[in-house]
């Protein structure tokens, strides 16, 4: 049998960082545009407000994947 080494083993760590890392974002920006779009079928005229406060709220969910995507690094090459 193949002994994995140190590099190997940190390569599939950083890959279940970022993957896991990522799919809590993923899903949370599917529905906030799911719930944004309800809104804006509900109520048109305020379009541009539900606009921002989803854009706004899809950053801060974004940079939770990027959290995940530096502790990738840091495993992958620290």
Same mark, same amino acid.
Request: glycine content about 12%; aromatic content about 0%.
């Given at each position: 049998m193949i002994e994995p080494t140190g590099l190997d083993l940190k390569s599939i760590a950083a890959a279940i960082a970022i993957s896991v890392g990522a799919i809590g974002p993923g899903i949370g920006i599917? +529905? +906030?545009a799911a719930k944004a779009m309800e809104a804006i079928g509900r109520n048109?005229?305020?379009a541009g407000k539900i606009q921002a406060a989803m854009i706004l709220a899809i950053a801060f969910t974004e940079a939770i994947a990027i959290y995940a995507l530096v502790v990738a690094l /840091? /495993?992958?090459f620290i």
């Open positions: 599917g +529905l +906030l048109p005229e305020a /840091i /495993i992958k």
